[in-house]
Nanobody
Framework: QVQLVESGGGSVQAGGSLRLSCVAS????????MSWFRQAPGKEREGVAR???????YYADSVAGRFTISRDNAKNTLYLEMNNLKPEDSARYYC???????????????????????WGQGTQVTVSS
């Protein structure tokens, strides 16, 4: 059974930092791309970052230079380091895997799109001004 469990969210002031983690289980983590997307109430889902199995990364323009996606295959864990947070970064953040794709969600970053397989329950990030 595939499980993705996010943690690390919280409330911070603008300019602060958070590190999100996502522990994956139930499939060969190292072989598949991993992604973060976010959704705020009343807003569309937004692709944030993606890391392929070879380590290649993609970032939304809105977070490039502030967020860093990484993975530790030995720990089956995905990370999102978020610095210089802004109020517009407030959302629920979800991690997702390409394993099991296509599911019902497509991740879009820039001009590229990928089908997602499974995703977690999310972790809330709130940034106050």
């Amino acid at each position: 059974q595939v499980q993705l469990v996010e943690s690390g969210g919280g409330s911070v002031q603008a300019g602060g930092s958070l590190r999100l983690s996502c522990v994956a289980s139930g499939y060969r983590f190292s072989s598949y791309s991993m992604s973060w997307f976010r959704q705020a109430p009343g807003k569309e889902r937004e692709g944030v970052a993606r890391i392929q199995s070879d380590g290649y990364t993609y970032y939304a323009d809105s977070v490039a230079g502030r967020f860093t996606i990484s993975r530790d295959n030995a720990k089956n864990t995905l990370y999102l380091e978020m610095n210089n947070l802004k109020p517009e970064d407030s959302a629920r953040y979800y991690c997702a895997t390409g394993y099991g794709a296509p599911g019902s969600i497509t991740l879009t970053i820039g001009h590229s799109s990928w089908a997602l397989g499974y995703w977690g329950q999310g972790t809330q990030v709130t940034v106050s001004s």
